[in-house]
């Protein structure tokens, strides 16, 4: 079975800073890594994704996140937020048999302050 | 592009009702998949269908019942509501194989049990 943790449930950033979203996981077999946003009443939108390849992954609106094989680690990045960044982000992960169900973190709130 | 489409957006049931969620899947989409979002809280696999089949099942109570018809398109049939199922539920599309390669979500429906 698979696990996410995400480390923070809230992140209170300024506008224009550097952000990221810290995201673990715990998998026996080889995953897929997640990460998508919900804006509030929304449902939920795929900021990027990793399936192989480069360990560096960029995504919608300035993201990126880096796969750490070792650390067992996929967190988010962006090096300058903006006011409409404000949102819930959450990491998921799935083995690579390719139909099983995503298994989410409890989200990280981020909040852009102007 | 045609995404996933859920109806209702939003729905509001009294205790011990029933209520019925639909998920209109990609077009060519054989896979849906069911999740779960309470208040606050990351979202919950529920079940999943390919061609017509349960493919996987989560925790789905058993007041929930749910199928897919020959068009791929899915229902969620709730019944004897309790104030605790108010939650987002989101459908998901894929075609069986790239289920988490490519996975769409619809915006979900939001259900308020008073």
């Known amino acids: 079975a698979q696990s996410v943790t995400q480390l923070d449930s809230q992140v209170p950033v300024f506008e224009e800073a550097p952000v990221e979203l810290r995201c673990n996981y715990s998998?026996?077999?080889?995953?897929?890594l997640f990460w998508y946003v919900q804006y509030p009443n929304q449902g939920l939108q795929l900021l990027l994704k990793?399936?192989?390849?480069?360990?560096l992954v960029k995504g919608i609106n300035g993201f990126e996140a880096e796969f750490n094989k070792s650390q067992t680690s996929f967190h988010l990045r962006k090096p300058s937020v903006h006011i409409s960044d404000t949102a819930e982000y959450f990491c998921?992960?799935?083995?690579?048999?390719?139909?099983?169900?995503?298994?989410f973190g409890k989200g990280t709130r981020l909040s852009v302050i102007a | 592009a045609a995404g996933v489409i859920q109806s209702p957006r939003h729905l509001i049931k009294e205790k011990r009702e029933t209520a019925t969620l639909k998920c209109y899947p990609i077009p060519r989409h054989d896979t849906v998949y069911w999740y779960q979002q309470g208040p606050g809280q990351d979202p919950q696999f529920l079940i999943s269908?390919?061609?017509?089949?349960?493919?996987d099942k989560g925790s789905i109570p058993d007041r929930f019942s749910a199928q897919q018809f020959s068009d791929y398109h899915s229902e969620l049939n709730m019944s004897s509501l309790e104030l605790g199922d108010s939650a987002l539920y989101f459908c998901a599309s894929s075609l069986w194989g790239q289920a988490n390669e490519k996975l769409f979500f619809g915006s979900g429906t939001q259900l308020s049990v008073l």
């Open positions: 990793y399936l192989s390849g480069s360990t």
């Open positions: 269908f390919y061609e017509k089949m349960q493919s």
């Open positions: 998921a992960v799935s083995p690579l048999s390719g139909n099983t169900p995503l298994v």
């Open positions: 998998s026996s077999v080889s995953v897929y």
